[in-house]
């Protein structure tokens, strides 16, 4: 069974930085592009990056290019999501997600096309 958690969601201030975490399990990591997603109140779901562990290749959303950074940890199944210089705008419930396959930007420009979803991180951003 596939699973995927996100944590370290939080409140922070503008300009502030976290660090999201996904713990994968139940499928061969390196076969599968793994993506952030997030949802804010009120709108659509969006993506955010994503990013093939096999190649490490990453896309990401214009909203967040220069600020947020996607990695993985191919040994531990992990993929983390830095985000700096954080704006209120940012605040969302943040998603991992996976799909079978190589990441593309395919996935960054839309809300779904992944298979498999995670439950959500909260991240609030004050002014």
């Known amino acids: 069974e596939v699973q995927l958690q996100a944590s370290g969601g939080g409140l922070v201030q503008a300009g502030g930085s976290l660090r999201l975490s996904c713990a994968a399990s139940g499928f061969t990591f390196d076969d599968y592009a793994i993506g952030w997603y997030r949802q804010a109140p009120g709108k659509e779901r969006e993506g955010v990056s994503c990013?093939?562990?096999?190649?490490?290749?990453?896309y990401y959303a214009d909203s967040v290019k220069g600020r947020f950074t996607i990695s993985s940890d191919n040994r531990k199944n992990m993929v983390y999501l830095q985000m700096n210089s954080l704006k209120p705008e940012d605040s969302a419930v943040y998603y991992c997600a996976a799909d079978f396959g190589r990441a593309s930007d395919w996935y960054v420009s839309k809300g779904y096309g992944m298979e498999h979803w995670g439950k959500g991180t909260l991240v609030t951003v004050s002014s």
């Open positions: 990013i093939s562990s096999s190649d490490g290749s990453t």
